[in-house]
Nanobody, 125 residues
Framework: QVQLVESGGGPVQPGGSLRLSCAAS????????VSWFRQGPGKEREFVAS????????HYADSVKGRFTISGDAARKTVHLQMNSLKPDDTAVYFC??????????????????WGQGTQVTVSS
């Protein structure tokens, strides 16, 4: 089994940047899709970005495309989410998750079977 721990969250002003990290312990991430999801206050958990094979295949939510970049290193068992030009709407708890979804379910939380505990990102002036 793999365990996931997120870090890097915190308060930031609009327009600022943060880099989230997801560290895996246990088995390797090779062959797995690692994704970031987020859940804002009173909102459902939503897909943010995913990576497979250390970045050879990535997907992004339209709301973050061009601002967020996901990168991964399966050998080092870490995945990062670089978040630039942050907006108040990006405020949420960010989770990383591991699974083997098919293309049509990459954005579906139920397709993932291991989750981290989450890290809070607050964008506010």
């Amino acid at each position: 089994q793999v365990q996931l721990v997120e870090s890097g969250g915190g308060p930031v002003q609009p327009g600022g940047s943060l880099r989230l990290s997801c560290a895996a312990s246990g088995r390797t991430l090779r062959g797995y899709t690692v994704s970031w999801f987020r859940q804002g206050p009173g909102k459902e958990r939503e897909f943010v970005a995913s990576t497979f094979r250390s970045g050879s295949s990535t997907h992004y939510a339209d709301s973050v495309k061009g601002r967020f970049t996901i990168s991964g290193d399966a050998a080092r068992k870490t995945v990062h989410l670089q978040m630039n030009s942050l907006k108040p709407d990006d405020t949420a708890v960010y989770f990383c998750a591991v699974g083997r979804p098919i293309t049509s379910t990459i954005r579906t939380p139920g397709a993932y079977y291991t989750w981290g505990q989450g890290t809070q990102v607050t964008v506010s002036s």
